[in-house]
Structures are given as C-alpha cells and as structure tokens.
C-alpha cells in the first residue's frame, strides 16, 4: 500500500508538469507496421486471426494491432495480440486484458506477477509479467501480457501509467504498447497448467527480440 501510494503522489506531481508541456506537438518515432510482423518466429508458424469490429477499434482507440495465433509442428498453439497507441495524450491509452474478460464470459482463477528473464539480454536483469489462468465453463486458458513502451516491459498498469507520464516529459513521447499470449489449458489437471505455461513462454522467449522494430525504444 505504501508503495502505490508513493507512487500516485509522485506520478500525481509529474502529471503537472506534463500537462503544462501538453501542447508540445509529438512526433512519433519511426516504426514498422504490425501488419509486416513476421509470421515465422523460431520454429513457431503464424495465421490470421479475425479483425476486430469497428465498435471494438473505436472503444479501444489504438493505432495498430495484431491478432494471431502461432502453433510449431509438435502442435503447440497460443495466441497473439499486440496493441501498439502512437500517443496517449487525447485520451486514448492501452486497456488492460483484464477490463474484457467478463464481457466475453471468462472469470479469472489464479494471478500473480513472474518474473522471467528478459529474452533480449538472458544474463541481465529480470524482467516482470502478468501470469492469469482464466476460465468459462470448461474451457480454461493461461495468459501472459506485459506493457512496453521505449524498450521497457512492465507489468503492473500503475508502473505503467506512471512511466507513461514521465516520458511524456522527458523525451515528449507517449507512445506504448500491450502484448498479449495465451496458451490453452487441455484439462483441469496441475501438469495441463504447466505444459501450457511452458509453450507461452517458450513462444515469448521467441517473440521479444522480434519487437524492436514494431515497438520503438
């Protein structure tokens, strides 16, 4: 508690001098459309999702995405989305996964935050992302999402709002990005849970390094 406190108050302070630079004109920097992101990464094969609906884009208001699922020839599968926001400033920022769960049925059963090592740099630090096993009758899925912005990946919404804030001071950017990876869970049983924990980041391991053209640093 003591912690968030800290901060609110600090990103509440930082806030008042982003506003006061707010009609600083923002030029976003150069990038690669999603729609060019590679449909072969590691031994892993991508297809097409379906586009969202015009009323999802409008209540979403990003700038770019992807929707896809990837499966590698021994048949493990997961899905893929990226969200990628030019600017946050007019009101448009990234919406946490966990805000559409319940509208399409799905009710979380576990969370926590891991801490996995980062796949560009293996023997650096640690870097943290969002774990969730969600479920709708049956059907049971592991999640794994992080936010990422100017080659930082951060996985709780606050962290996040607050660097969104701080960089829009001190580099005039608030440009971000939410990814997205969910794996199946085939049964109910504790190894079911793993293998698909074990196929998510295996696919994440092989995913990272291919952002750095598609989400800016």
């Known amino acids: 508690m003591r912690t968030r406190v ?12 982003a506003v006061a630079r707010a009609d ?17 990464i ?25 929707t896809r699922t990837y499966f590698t020839p021994d048949h493990a ?20 996964p966990l805000n559409c769960l319940p509208g399409a049925g799905f009710e979380p059963v576990s969370q926590s935050i891991m801490r996995i090592p980062d796949p560009r740099n293996p023997a650096g630090p640690t870097v943290p992302i969002n774990r969730y096993v ?5 059907d049971r899925q592991l999640i794994l999402y992080w936010y990422q912005s100017h080659g930082r990946i951060v996985a709780s919404e606050y962290w996040s709002k607050f660097y969104l804030v701080t960089d829009a001071v001190r580099l005039n950017r608030s440009d971000g990005a939410i990814v997205r990876v ?19 980041l295996r696919f994440v391991t092989d995913l990272v390094p291919k952002l750095a053209g598609f989400l800016p640093n």
């Open 134 to 138: 969600v479920q709708k009758g049956l």
């Open 24 to 40: 600083r004109y923002e030029l976003p920097p150069f990038r690669l459309s999603l729609a060019v992101f590679p449909m072969e």
């Open 77 to 96: 599968g997961v899905g893929l989305y990226i969200g990628y926001w030019k600017s946050q400033r007019q009101g448009d920022t990234i919406h946490s």
């Open 6 to 17: 800290i901060v609110v108050l600090a990103g509440l302070l930082v806030a008042a001098g």
């Open 182 to 200: 969910i794996a199946p869970i085939a049964d109910s049983t504790p190894e079911a849970e793993q293998r698909a924990e074990r196929d998510a």
């Open 42 to 66: 590691g031994d892993w094969r991508g297809s097409q999702a379906p586009p969202f609906a015009a009323s999802v884009l409008q209540v979403l208001g990003l700038d770019d995405y992807l």
